[in-house]
């Protein structure tokens, strides 16, 4: 619990600063009306990541997260991904909506979720290495099933942010745009509950083992 006190002091105090938040005086904008229709967009973007990445970092193990080839798949930024989407969307297709940005979410996002994950796992050499490969497999699956929860929890506020460059670009209103406008627009309540959720979020990540006496 100690460990946490840290973190509860900085996210109560982000609420009082979403809360005390003088308004708009130079501009007369309203607060926007949230995106529902991106929920859905989002949630399956989500899924798609939360069942990818887990399932590349079970087949490949704790080494990937030396792989170069994965390092140079994250290191482009989310703007790059995105442009580069642009200029390949066949004309034909019309202009590109939420297929082309689930594409080019996953694509900015997974290399570096597997990392993420693989640098989580613990090593295998000698064991569970030399026990053969059912006993690799059923170690990563069970590493792998305990870190899922906290991983998504930890990981959500980053794919928040990151959607907000792939939205901009591709001109979509979504979840990382709404949070935007509501920080321009100093909209208190909406940023009051966008602090809400993300402080739920780093709550769920926190570990829940007992410090020791």
Do not use: H, N
């Not at 082309?100 to 979410?105: G, P, R, S």
């Not at 059923?138 to 928040?160: D, E, K, S, Y």
């Amino acid at each position: 619990m100690r460990r946490s006190i840290p973190g509860l002091v900085v996210w109560t105090l982000g609420l009082g600063l979403a809360l005390g938040l003088p308004g708009s005086v130079w501009r007369g904008a309203a607060p926007p009306a949230f995106p529902w229709a991106a929920l859905g967009p989002a949630a399956l973007a989500v899924g798609a990541l939360a069942l990818a990445a887990p399932a590349l970092a079970w087949a490949g193990g704790p080494d990937l997260a030396s792989r170069r080839s994965l390092a140079l798949l994250e290191a482009p930024p989310d703007l790059l991904w995105a442009g580069l989407l642009l200029a390949l969307w066949p004309a034909v297709w019309g202009p590109p909506g939420l297929p082309a940005w689930l594409l080019a979410f996953l694509a900015a996002a997974l290399p570096g979720e597997v990392r993420w994950l693989a640098q989580a796992m613990p090593p295998e050499y000698p064991f569970p290495l030399a026990w053969g490969e059912a006993a690799v497999g059923r170690v990563r699956r069970t590493v792998l099933v305990r870190l899922w929860g906290r991983w998504m929890a930890a990981r959500l506020p980053i794919w928040l942010t990151a959607t907000l460059v792939l939205e901009r670009i591709l001109g979509l209103p979504g979840l990382g745009t709404d949070w935007f406008t509501r920080v321009t627009t100093r909209d208190r309540r909406g940023l009051a509950i966008w602090v809400l959720v993300l402080a739920l979020l780093w709550a769920l990540s926190q570990s829940r083992e007992t410090e020791a006496a």
